[in-house]
């Protein structure tokens, strides 16, 4: 089973960036794609965006459009979500999963926490 562990997170300033990664463990014929969650205090989980392994297709929330950006290094099984521009708002725990969207995602990381302070 694919493994995935996230790491990264921290405590920022409004306005600060923060690179995620995630280490790909495991990979399996069948992972095609990794994307990001996170899910605030006492809020649902909320898909962030996703990147195909094997293809540079990538998609957004809206709310995290033309401030995050999602990458990856096939040769060192990594995947990055590059967080500009934070917002109190985007404080939550992270975490990397195998798909494309919210609801094919799964195989999820423990999670990393990214706390944003105005």
């Known amino acids: 089973q694919v493994q995935l562990v996230e790491s990264g997170g921290g405590s920022v300033q409004a306005g600060g960036s923060l690179r995620l990664a995630c280490a790909v463990s495991n990979r399996t014929p069948d992972f095609y794609a990794l994307g990001w969650s996170r899910q605030a205090p006492g809020k649902e989980r909320e898909f962030v965006a996703a990147?195909?392994?094997?293809?540079?297709?990538?998609h957004y929330a809206d709310s995290v459009k033309g401030r995050f950006t999602i990458s990856k290094d096939k040769s060192k099984n990594m995947a990055y979500l590059q967080m500009n521009s934070l917002r109190p708002e985007d404080t939550a725990v992270y975490y990397c999963?195998?798909?494309?969207?919210?609801?094919?995602?799964?195989?999820w990381g423990k999670g990393t926490l990214v706390t944003v302070s105005s």
């Open positions: 999963g195998s798909g494309w969207s919210d609801s094919d995602m799964k195989n």
């Open positions: 990147i195909g392994w094997y293809t540079d297709n990538t």
